[in-house]
């Protein structure tokens, strides 16, 4: 093993050398608004890690409060009622929801509505860990990732949350 890796060592060298080889290039950054943050923290969050016998087991669980991710704010986005409307593609079922007492009261009561559909939400709005708590509560089984939801709000040209985007279009 050991004479194999020398000689790819050497080869590798001489491809150096010689000009035909360069070493990989830096990753090419598509997308930064400006307020990028790691994603193993998001990840751990959502429940999703490199072992994946636990992810199941850690999927409703709420992350530490210690986590840097907090606050979540969305800038597009305000509590309120968003209306009912068609869109022109089909969208996997994703709700958007806050901390506010409003998007606390949709959530639990739409849950099951939520499970059924296999929905995932977004919390778009999370002052601190305690908030990312009580969504968590709120939500029970249904997924949830606290994310801005700028980016989502200006492309489906939402103002208000709690909402269901689904396959039939928006709604409340």
């Not at 059924?116 to 969504?135: E, F, M, N, P, Q």
């Amino acid at each position: 093993m050991k004479r194999v890796v020398f000689v790819g060592a050497i080869l590798i060298a001489q491809a150096a050398a010689a000009g035909q080889w360069a070493p990989p290039a830096p990753p090419v950054v598509i997308y930064d608004a400006g307020d990028t943050r790691p994603l193993a923290p998001l990840a751990t969050a959502s429940g999703l890690g490199p072992d994946p016998g636990t992810v199941a087991a850690r999927a409703n669980q709420a992350p530490p409060p210690t986590l840097a991710i907090f606050p979540v704010k969305s800038a597009l986005l305000t509590p309120g009622t968003e209306p009912a409307r068609a869109l022109d593609r089909p969208m996997p079922p994703l709700c958007l929801v806050g901390d506010d007492a409003q998007s606390l009261a949709w959530l639990a009561s739409r849950r099951e509505r939520l499970v059924r559909l296999g929905a995932s939400c977004l919390a778009v709005s999370v002052a601190d860990a305690r908030a990312w708590h009580k969504i968590r509560a709120a939500a029970g089984p249904v997924p949830v990732t606290p994310a801005p939801g700028d980016d989502i709000a200006q492309t489906l040209g939402l103002r208000h949350y709690p909402v269901l985007v689904g396959p039939r279009g928006i709604g409340p």
